[in-house]
């Protein structure tokens, strides 16, 4: 396993680590085989286990109500607007995309998910946006 040398009182002496189990040395010095316990248990560093419990509620879609005549969309994550592809008065319908959002060193595109035509938009390029955040109205 490993070798020593040691020199005490002048005269030296080669150690060879064997094996090693829990508090057990086999070890041989010059030649000779010995058995040599340990006074204390080898201490090991465990690096912690993070453990991140269950989210309490589940995940909600985004909900857009049919009847409604506004609809808000709203940042699913926190992240960054990296490019706006609309602008106010643009009719859309359902599956055109509205904006690039990056979160987590990804890129979220964010697409329309009811046809109408923009009224406002609440963001600009490189904004930082929070989660539940309006970023663009639908009328």
Do not use: W
């Not at 964010?110 to 946006?129: M, P």
């Amino acid at each position: 396993m490993k070798t020593y040398k040691f020199k005490v009182n002048a005269t030296g002496y080669t150690v060879n680590v064997k094996s090693h189990e829990d508090n057990i040395i086999n070890l041989e010095v010059n030649g000779t085989s010995y058995d040599v316990e340990l006074k204390q248990d080898k201490k090991t560093t465990k690096t912690p286990t993070l453990v991140r419990a269950a989210s309490k509620r589940p995940a909600e879609p985004l909900k857009v109500n049919p009847k409604s005549n506004k609809t808000k969309i709203v940042a699913p994550i926190p992240g960054i607007v990296l490019s706006l592809d609309v602008k106010v008065g643009d009719t859309l319908k359902i599956g055109d995309r509205m904006l690039v959002l990056e979160a987590m060193k990804m890129e979220n595109n964010i697409v329309c998910e009811k046809a109408g035509t923009i009224t406002a938009i609440n963001v600009s390029i490189g904004q930082q946006v929070l989660q539940d955040e309006v970023m663009i109205e639908l009328g």
